[in-house]
């Protein structure tokens, strides 16, 4: 009996042991959907104003086959919600996200949206109520948000574009929709972002929710924001991170260890996935710019489990006569900077 029984001990052991091996090596697998994304909303206004956009054979091309050849499988667009006509500070319509967010399926990528709820920017430092909504009362702002997110969302269905993740809110460590949804009442803040979840999920419930704060870097700011959130009941699936060394005046090597350990403590804290929605680098500072993005997608794919799903670079086609912005990934002459070859890795 005791001779029979061993053996049979040995192999229950045995399978066993290289069952858990097998589930250990599943959960570090690398992440064939790992998002390597853009956002490009300044786009249709830089081609209306005749900018062209060339491969490095000096072919003209489109912009997004350009980002496609560089690995990127995502497109952010960001939605105002009556925005002017000015080409920097304005557009980005219902009717022109739809017309992009079609394109950009067109050619086979994802898309993420990202609702402002503004007439223009929406960041840290302004979460300026669009002009119509300005005397609502918050009952009527929460119906406000809820609605203007479904009838984007149902234009987009209706053009057959269903987006992998929608963003409610932009940068909104302050809140949004001030006064209503300034931080100083989480309790309408969480409202509000509930309101457009709601709305999202009647749309579709495998759409993902993203919640975005700036300074990824910052783990006091992510913890105090969410332990709020949570207590606040505040629904969401996903953590959002903008990383920018530029703005927080030092170099990257400087702060990636800090973005590290935060979004390590955002997955273990929360049990939420996360994200970094908008990265970015001084176009004049080529290399630097590139090793950055090396080393933050590298350590959002190291994150255990695959609960870091992606990197997104905002606005690398803006380029600085066009856009004056700084941080911009692409060249005069029309051809993208070699910093974006970080996203083929």
């Known amino acids: 009996m005791y001779k029979q029984i061993l053996p049979l001990f040995f192999i229950v052991v045995v399978g066993i042991i290289f069952s858990c091996k097998s589930k250990i090596k599943t959960s570090t697998q690398p992440n064939d959907n790992f998002v390597k994304g853009a956002d490009v909303s300044w786009l249709p206004q830089m081609e209306a104003f005749g900018f062209t956009f060339y491969e490095t054979d000096n072919t003209e091309s489109d912009c997004l086959v350009l980002l496609k050849k560089r690995g990127i499988n995502t497109i952010r667009l960001r939605v105002f919600v009556h925005p002017s006509n000015d080409p920097i500070n304005g557009h980005c319509s219902l009717q022109e996200t739809v017309q992009m967010a079609t394109r950009a399926k067109n050619l086979g990528l994802n898309v993420l949206i990202d609702f402002h709820y503004s007439d223009s920017w929406a960041d840290p430092s302004k979460q300026t109520k669009p002009a119509l909504w300005a005397n609502c009362n918050f009952s009527d702002l929460k119906d406000s948000v809820f609605q203007h997110t479904h009838d984007v969302l149902t234009a987009l ?14 940068e909104i460590p302050s809140g949004l929709l001030w006064p209503e949804g300034n931080y100083t009442n989480f309790g309408q803040l969480s409202a509000l972002i509930n309101k457009g979840y709601d709305a999202t999920k009647a749309i579709d419930s495998t759409i993902k929710v993203i919640v975005h704060l700036d300074k990824g870097n910052d783990n006091a700011r992510f913890r105090w924001f969410f332990d ?41 804290r929360y049990n939420k996935d996360v994200m970094i929605v908008e990265v970015g680098g001084d176009f004049t500072m080529v290399q630097n710019t590139k090793d950055m993005l090396e080393a933050v997608i590298k350590l959002v794919r190291e994150i255990p489990n695959n609960r870091g799903l992606g990197v997104l670079y905002w606005e690398p086609e803006g380029v600085k006569s066009w856009s004056n912005y700084q941080l911009n990934c692409w060249k005069e002459n029309g051809m993208p900077s070699e910093a974006l070859n970080a996203f083929l890795n």
Do not use: C, E, H, R
């Open 157 to 170: 269905k209706q053009n057959g574009v269903t987006p992998k993740w929608v963003q409610i809110g932009n």
């Open 228 to 268: 709020l959130a949570i207590a606040n009941g505040m629904k969401f699936d996903i953590i959002g991170a903008s990383y920018y060394p530029y703005w927080l005046g030092t170099d990257y090597t400087t702060t990636i260890t800090d973005l590290k350990n935060n979004l390590n403590d955002m997955v273990v």
